[in-house]
């Protein structure tokens, strides 16, 4: 079964990091595009970030430039994120991309991903 897994969530305090990981379970993670989307209660699903196949490409959210890193290696793609915020809080997911490239125009569509993970809940809080 295709299924992209998130790991590395948590309860942070404003200002403090976490490093999410997403693994793939059925299919070679290394030959496509991913990507970090995240949702809070009662908000719209967010792009976050992307990163193409061996690195060509990152992308980010204008919210999370500076503060976020994305990166991969074989086994996995990863979202650092420092100096969080409370309004950072969400469930995060990782997305597959069809194909091996984010998308330079629209990469926080949803439509260009066929598989999600179930999501990792980051909670910033004092």
């Known amino acids: 079964q295709v299924q992209p897994v998130e790991s590395g969530g948590g309860l942070v305090q404003p200002g403090g990091s976490l490093r999410l990981s997403c693994a793939g379970s059925?299919?070679?993670?290394?030959?496509?595009?991913i990507a970090w989307f995240r949702q809070a209660p009662g908000k719209e699903r967010e792009g976050v970030s992307c990163?193409?196949?061996?690195?060509?490409n990152r992308y980010y959210a204008d919210s999370v430039k500076g503060r976020f890193t994305i990166s991969r290696d074989n086994d996995a793609v990863y979202l650092q994120m420092n100096s969080l915020q409370p309004e950072d809080s969400a469930v995060y997911y990782c997305a597959r991309d069809v194909g091996p490239d984010c998308n330079i125009d629209s990469w926080n569509y949803a439509g260009w991903y066929d598989y999600w993970g179930r999501g990792t809940q980051v909670t910033v809080s004092s």
């Open positions: 059925g299919f070679t993670l290394p030959v496509h595009a």
């Open positions: 990163i193409s196949k061996n690195d060509r």
